[in-house]
């Protein structure tokens, strides 16, 4: 049989389609309708070059991870081959895992774990000396202090603190939303930011539900009140009533414009409050050195890169830099977040007009309500919160600064140096939690044996541990440490610094908020915790290159990658705000883009004033000389900071 010349193409196309769909198990009819042809039905009728072209775009998307983890290696590969050096080894393991944590192709633990192959294949470090690296005393203290942290969250504890905290500041619009940026902030210090979020959304919505009730109760009050209003003929272009003697008269209070107003009021207030709990379990992680993984990614690599400092950065010196960064940006998000979805009618914002008082109330009684149904405080509840105070308290006295604190009168060696870390004091408490009972110690009943006695439980258990301990933070970590020493050991850092040094011409304060206005947005695309990981090797070259003190730009970058605010997927308590409903992208990154830039600049006030005298930036100290071969005199580096 004689086929025309359109035929064949369309019978070559479909064939070539048919045996592309066969030889990747893909049934395409199944996923794009289309009209088949009855005798083969698997080959589809439309534009074969169109369809084809389609088809190809969706293979490769569904195959995307698979292309980058086995392409990207073999792309990159000319970088270790032509420039077989340790410092190319090295660059070539850190550009490889910042594309794979950009576009997560494997899990962000996964890639943290590269570091133990690659390292040691590549001659950069012995595989024993990598592997030390994913539970060190950083890894440590972060891991006992989520001990202490899931203990308050099993007993409850963190849900009590914050009910009561509502209850004292009141439930006014404004103080309401100031209220629960407060307490999330609170708590996402000491716990995670993803917990606090998903314990105080419910509350939150739980709250607006009883403001929306209240409203609508008083709406149908109004209306019965007013029994003309159902017989009102609404003017679309004039918004006005016409009656029988053809008079215009202004809409009354309870017309369809009032009510109109109030929804669309109703609706960005809970934009507000569902934004200003995620935002301020952010902003609270900042607080303190376990608020937040880049927090301890900085304690981490600072030990990591410069073995002899004399730990600059613990527990005590931290919180003394960023609580007061925390308190400012904590106002100022709420002052920008009252003028965006509440407007600039502070009388209606803090509740003075009557409306807004009667929704106060109907909200205070939800928290009233809420509040009953935990009951008296049980045992368990006063144990945890006993220990976690005494948790603070030994963190904060180990090593205040101003005096030697109990960690170096009580536990040091021959030449005086602490012995116990803020790691020590987290799994000390942690371990108490396993051994306290979580009822007054007496015997019980057994339920599942009956006649046999049992001993309380204890306030924490493994399987609990096991549950909600976020292990793929722990190996996040470990694999930015890895990093960071590999690139002390390879002597990255001190070429990445040698180049660098052209930058001493440009003033220190613009170098620094050019890094932290980058770090911020490339942490809106990745995990904060791989950003960190990323970026503080560098920046510490870059410090060291230029004879700054290292911590006048890792520590200002360190805050700027939790700054976070812009996009749902950019940190989990943005996602799990954005699941309640009632938010769109545009106000996310509408909001979130002013609190970045508000976020970097009141990092640059802070790292500019009270912590030169916090973390001594006022010369190059003398252990950052260990991994420079630049030659930095302390007296120019007093120069250079004192003029900012």
Not at 239 to 247: A, G, S
Not at 411 to 436: E, H, P, R
Request: hydrophobic share 50%; proline share 7%.
């Amino acid at each position: 049989m004689l086929l025309s010349q359109d035929s064949k193409k369309t019978l070559i196309a479909r064939a070539s389609q048919w045996l592309t769909l066969h030889w990747l198990d893909i049934s395409l009819p199944c996923r794009l309708p289309a009209p088949v042809c009855p005798s083969v039905p698997w080959i589809p009728e439309t534009p074969s070059a169109f369809y084809t072209m389609a088809t190809c775009w969706q293979v490769l998307w569904a195959y995307r991870s698979y292309l980058i983890v086995f392409a990207l290696p073999i792309l990159l590969l000319p970088l270790p081959i032509l420039v077989a050096t340790k410092e190319a080894y090295c660059a070539y393991t850190i550009i490889l895992m910042a594309f794979f944590w950009c576009t997560e192709a494997l899990p962000l633990a996964v890639t943290a774990l590269l570091p133990i192959i690659l390292f040691p294949m590549m001659g950069i470090m012995k595989s024993s000396e990598v592997c030390i690296q994913y539970f060190n005393d950083t890894n440590v203290l972060f891991f006992g202090g989520l001990l202490v942290a899931i203990a308050v969250e099993h007993r409850n504890l963190h849900k009590r603190i914050a009910l009561r905290v509502l209850l004292i500041i009141g439930v006014r619009p404004a103080l309401l939303m100031l209220g629960f940026m407060l307490v999330t902030a609170f708590l996402s210090m000491w716990i995670s930011n993803t917990a606090s979020t998903a314990m105080m959304m419910p509350i939150a919505h739980a709250v607006l539900q009883q403001l929306s009730k209240s409203s609508r109760d008083r709406d149908i009050e109004e209306g019965r009140n007013n029994p003309t209003f159902g017989l009102q003929e609404i003017s679309d272009k004039n918004k006005v009533t016409k009656h029988e003697n053809r008079q215009i008269h202004p809409l009354p209070p309870g017309s369809l414009e009032s009510k109109t107003n109030r929804i669309q009021k109703k609706y960005k207030f809970s934009q507000g409050m569902s934004l200003c709990v995620c935002y301020s379990a952010s902003i609270g992680g900042l607080a303190t050195l376990t608020g937040t993984g880049p927090n301890l990614v900085l304690q981490g690599q600072v030990n990591s890169l410069f073995p002899n400092n004399v730990n600059v950065v613990n527990f005590a010196s931290w919180f003394g830099f960023a609580f007061p960064v925390t308190v400012i940006f904590l106002l100022l998000t709420w002052i920008w977040l009252q003028i965006l979805f509440l407007g600039f009618n502070f009388r209606r914002n803090f509740g003075i007009e009557g409306q807004m008082q009667e929704q106060g109330r109907a909200g205070l009684e939800v928290i009233q309500r809420e509040h009953r149904q935990l009951g008296p405080m049980t045992f368990a509840e006063k144990a945890v919160a006993v220990l976690f105070v005494l948790l603070v308290l030994l963190w904060f006295t180990r090593k205040p600064g101003f005096y030697p604190g109990w960690g170096k009168l009580a536990f040091s060696d021959a030449k005086g140096k602490s012995l116990v870390s803020d790691g020590t004091v987290a799994i000390f408490v942690g371990m108490i939690m396993f051994i306290m009972p979580s009822k007054i110690p007496g015997l019980t009943q057994d339920p599942e044996r009956p006649g046999k006695l049992k001993g309380p439980p204890t306030l924490l258990n493994w399987k609990t541990v096991n549950e909600k301990m976020p292990w793929n933070i722990v190996f996040l970590l470990g694999g930015g440490f890895a990093l960071a020493k590999g690139c002390e050991v390879s002597g990255l850092s001190q070429w990445l610094g040698n180049k660098l040094t052209p930058l001493q011409s440009v003033s220190p304060s613009t170098i620094v908020l050019i890094l932290c206005i980058m770090v911020a947005a490339f942490t809106e695309c990745t995990s904060n915790v791989a950003t960190a990981s990323l970026f503080l090797p560098i920046l510490a070259s870059i410090a060291q290159g230029i004879c700054l003190h290292p911590l006048y730009v890792m520590v200002p970058c360190t805050l700027s990658a939790s700054l976070a605010f812009m996009l749902p997927v950019a940190t989990p308590p943005n996602a799990i705000s954005f699941s309640f409903g009632g938010l769109r992208v545009s106000d996310m990154a509408r909001a979130g883009f002013m609190l970045n830039i508000i976020g970097v600049l009141v990092v640059m006030l802070a790292i500019n004033s009270w912590a030169f005298p916090i973390f001594n930036l006022y010369t190059f100290p003398s252990w950052a000389h260990s991994n420079s071969s630049t030659h930095c005199v302390s007296s120019e580096s007093n120069t250079t900071l004192s003029n900012l």
